[in-house]
């Protein structure tokens, strides 16, 4: 369900802004002296005031990179004005080639359960977020519980293959969500691998989309990173019928999951605009 209380999230769903970069490597000898400056970056924001958590990754052909949260936008400019200079060409945000990007929160995102400081329930929100065309025309978007028909079908979950195409970098981003679902136990994992695995196939073939990575924290918390080219290409995704299904299936009680969060990040221009959108992220929208 919507909200602007973040206070019982995990700490990557109460994270105000995030900064994302990542560097090409063309050989062994400078892949190793590109893993040994991301681990010196990532302590260097580790060690920083208002660090919450990250993500280190690699993705195929030759590109690793770092994703990391901290509590407000002013906490990561001062994490990125003190970083050693040796990292310096990990952080140029600026001019025609930037190896990555900066996103701030929304101030209105999802929460659901025991991460729900409002009243701890599961549920879903009954109106989806408003694209930014909505918006401009002050037209109500559709409900969340329309036209979900997609069911898991098939002889079992296949892992998704990135699509076959060159690899998007990371700074072609400008938003993107992070959202993790806290599910029951093993048999609650293995009935969503029947909806998950697809969705996403579809989501990676979807007009905007970057890249995907998830995390995995003990015991039974699955949560996803995804970067789209604008906005509204990652609130497409979330229209998808394959997402629709699986919100419904994680809300409709306790019996796969106890607790959820998503937070939508974008670029700072984006901000702006939002903000002089009438109506933009109002309740229950």
Avoid: C
């Avoid at 970067?227 to 290409?233: G, I, K, V």
Wanted: hydrophobic residues 35%; positive net charge.
């Amino acid at each position: 369900m919507r909200s602007t209380d973040f206070s019982l999230a995990p700490p990557q769903g109460r994270a105000g802004a995030m900064v994302v970069v990542e560097r090409r490597f063309e050989t062994a000898m400078d892949a190793r002296r590109a893993r040994s400056a991301r681990r010196d970056l990532a302590a260097h924001f580790a060690d920083s005031p208002g660090f919450l958590w990250q993500k280190s990754y690699r993705r195929p052909p030759r590109t690793l990179g770092i994703a990391s949260y901290f509590s407000t936008r002013d906490k990561l400019d001062h994490a990125l004005v003190t970083a050693p200079s040796h990292v310096e060409p990990w952080l140029r945000l600026g001019g025609a080639h930037p190896t990555g990007r900066v996103l701030e929160a929304e101030p209105s995102g999802y929460t659901n359960g025991i991460w729900r400081a409002e009243d701890g329930r599961m549920g879903h929100i009954e109106r989806f977020t408003p694209t930014s065309v909505e918006a401009a025309r002050e037209a109500e978007p559709p409900r969340v519980d329309a036209a979900s028909t997609e069911r898991p079908t098939g002889r079992g979950p296949k892992k998704p293959r990135q699509a076959k195409r060159e690899p998007r970098p990371i700074s072609d981003a400008h938003a993107m969500f992070v959202g993790a679902t806290k599910y029951t136990g093993p048999t609650a994992l293995i009935a969503l691998a029947r909806i998950y695995y697809p969705m996403i196939a579809h989501m990676v073939t979807m007009r905007g989309y970057v890249w995907f990575t998830t995390y995995y924290e003990f015991p039974f918390t699955l949560g996803t990173l995804a970067f789209f080219e604008r906005r509204d290409d990652l609130l497409a995704f979330a229209r998808m019928p394959g997402h629709r299904h699986l919100m419904q299936w994680i809300t409709k009680d306790t019996t796969n999951g106890t607790a959820g969060y998503i937070r939508l990040h974008v670029a700072p221009e984006s901000v702006t605009r939002l903000a002089a959108a009438p109506d933009a992220t109002r309740p229950g929208s």
